[in-house]
């Protein structure tokens, strides 16, 4: 079968549906618009509104604060649980096991696993229930839904996963006389970790960094829906924009926004081949 | 660590791996146990009486928006992305194994698709399709939003099949004078049937349950998750629990299904995969 006949229909929806989008997106961004019409243009001025107003800066401070702690949070969490599937679960049975229990979560609807905090973190949830109870705290805290809080919660939530599988992945493929000729030596199980385990995982840790980074970067829904409209991100203010019929400005928004993941990932990348991990 | 007996570490990490676990699933369970309330339970414990009322609210048409609709689009278009990811990952798949021209700047595009934020491309596709003066459907414009996200999860799992496939096997197939199709059909079908089941797996759930880039791109009929994330805000009873309830019992069940047609097709590799010790026949 040639080449160029399998590769054609991946080829065309890539074609269709990632990059003709992005390519209209681009072409929006210079257009013109009013209240109810979008203007085909070439103008600055959608950019340049974008980087003259201090609001884009506060939002993307924002975004960043939840990259990098859900970043943190997801890695310290998925790391230890790689390395507990890896080197501490003996069959490779109990390893599958305790791996799709991990997995399956992933395989039900995000929307779903953000509503189930409810009953748990709101203002009568189990959570204030149970600290009430306890006596821990006077009355309900406010602060568990609906805030910043909240929100890195769900992404450590929805994503940890997505650091724990290529960590994981790094982890099995590490080989075991490599440990065996350390702990000849004399190192210890910290040495062995610090020394050799982690430096052999930085591969898997890079690639979860780049689904995790990406994915918070350009989210809005988990953003709007954990902080009850209380917080910023750069996608929510996007899909203001949007919401507000305001395309060439969303537009403008989104390029930007590429730019910056784009950018990030490019960063990341340059330490790993992707296609040896797998 | 890799002595013989256990020592705390392990303890602490099991520890913590089962907190991980309660963390995980808590939150999925208590929506579950809170669909069943009574009729006059509310959104929160404590339970309020047993029932089933919330279910049968669901299936009222209007109380809760289109619900029965929503649904089975979801699930035609679930099913569509199915076998569309699972066709088309094994084809280009299939491609990547050997080298071709611009093969990396296509993995790349392959890769950027998974790390584009949603928002943009459903807002891209959405103004495509708005500019060449098309209507948007879920199943066109989008299944291919929906694809944009499968596609590359289908593909990265291809790449980890194939290189870890041992090709001796095809070659000893096409020495014994087996044509392409039938290296195809009786050797490499059979033997990464099981990760094929998997691509499927990611299609159907990651489709069913797609919000971020269906927004934008379905047109105007919505898909399940959609309908949904509307009712978070419209809707204060426990009908919101049971909806997620029963998606997640869908979910569940596509899952198990997969993972059961994976062990038989696990167990007839076994079975035919190898004659050794059965001498000439």
Redesign the interface.
Same mark, same amino acid.
């Given at each position: 079968?040639n080449?160029q006949l *399998?590769?054609l229909?991946?080829?065309s929806?890539?074609v269709?549906? =990632? %990059?003709?989008?992005?390519v @209209?997106?681009l072409a %929006?961004s210079f257009w013109d618009y009013t209240e109810f019409s979008l203007i085909p243009d070439f103008v600055l001025t959608n950019y340049i509104e974008i980087f003259e107003s201090g609001v884009t800066y506060s939002t993307y401070l924002n975004t960043f604060k939840f990259a990098f702690l859900g970043w943190l949070f997801t890695v310290i969490?998925g790391f230890? =649980?790689a /390395? +507990?599937?890896a +080197?501490?679960v003996r069959t490779l049975r109990w390893q599958i096991i305790?791996f799709l @229990?991990?997995t399956?979560?992933f395989?039900?609807?995000?929307?779903?696993?953000m509503?189930?905090? @409810?009953? %748990?973190l709101?203002r009568?949830? =189990?959570m204030n229930?149970l600290l009430l109870e306890l006596g821990v705290i006077g009355e309900p805290l406010e602060w568990l839904l609906y805030s910043d809080f909240a929100v890195i919660l769900a992404f450590v939530?929805l994503y940890?996963l997505f650091m724990l599988v290529p960590i994981f992945n790094s982890m099995m493929r590490i080989d075991k006389s490599i440990?065996?000729a350390a *702990?000849d030596m004399g190192a210890n199980?910290l040495q062995?970790l610090i020394n050799v385990i982690i430096p052999l995982c930085l591969p898997g840790i890079a690639i979860g960094t780049?689904?995790v980074i990406?994915l918070i970067?350009?989210?809005?829904?988990t953003v709007q829906?954990m902080s009850g409209g209380q917080s910023a991100s750069v996608?929510l203010a996007?899909?203001n924009k949007?919401a507000l019929l305001q /395309?060439p400005a $969303? $537009?403008a928004d $989104?390029i930007i926004?590429?730019c910056v %993941? =784009?950018g990030m990932?490019a960063i990341l990348m340059r330490t790993i081949n @992707?296609?040896k991990e797998? | 660590m890799f002595s013989k007996n256990r020592k705390t570490s392990f303890y602490i990490l099991a520890a913590f791996f089962c907190l991980f676990v309660f963390f995980l699933y808590g939150p999925m369970f208590a929506i579950i146990t809170l669909s069943f309330q009574g009729p006059n339970g509310g959104l929160t414990f404590p339970m309020n009486g047993f029932s089933t009322h919330w279910f049968s609210k669901l299936f009222q048409e209007q109380r809760v928006g289109d619900f029965k609709g929503s649904f089975s689009r979801s699930l035609t278009l679930a099913f569509i992305v199915m076998v569309a990811t699972v066709v088309i990952s094994l084809s280009a798949g299939m491609a990547f194994r050997k080298k071709f021209k611009f093969s990396n700047s296509l993995f790349y595009l392959t890769i950027s698709s998974l790390i584009i934020p949603s928002i943009l491309l459903t807002l891209g596709i959405g103004l495509l399709f708005d500019r060449l003066g098309l209507e948007g459907h879920w199943y066109t414009s989008g299944l291919g939003a929906h694809l944009t996200w499968t596609l590359p999860f289908g593909l990265l799992i291809m790449f980890a099949v194939f290189n870890r496939f041992d090709k001796s096997y095809e070659e000893a197939a096409r020495d014994l004078g087996a044509t392409n199709w039938q290296v195809l059909r009786f050797v490499l079908l059979p033997i990464i049937g099981p990760s094929l089941v998997g691509v499927g797996l990611f299609g159907f759930t990651l489709s069913f349950d797609e919000f971020a880039r269906s927004l934008l791109s379905v047109g105007s009929k919505n898909t399940l998750p959609l309908e949904i994330f509307g009712m978070t805000t419209t809707v204060t009873t426990p009908t919101l629990y049971a909806l997620g309830t029963l998606t997640t019992f869908v979910s569940f069940s596509i899952i198990a299904i997969c993972f059961g047609v994976i062990v038989i097709l696990e167990k007839r590799k076994k079975k035919f995969g190898d004659d050794s010790g059965k001498g000439l026949i």
């Open positions: 079968m080449i *399998q590769i229909p991946l080829l929806v890539l269709l549906f =990632l %990059v003709a989008p992005v @209209i997106i %929006v969490i230890t =649980l /390395y +507990f599937l +080197f501490h305790l @229990i991990c399956i979560p395989w039900t609807s995000n929307i779903i696993r509503i189930a905090w @409810i009953p %748990v709101g009568n949830g =189990l229930s939530h940890t440990i065996e *702990q199980s062995i780049i689904f990406s970067m350009g989210d809005f829904i829906a996608g996007m899909n949007r /395309y $969303a $537009a $989104a926004l590429l %993941v =784009l990932v @992707i296609r797998l | -």
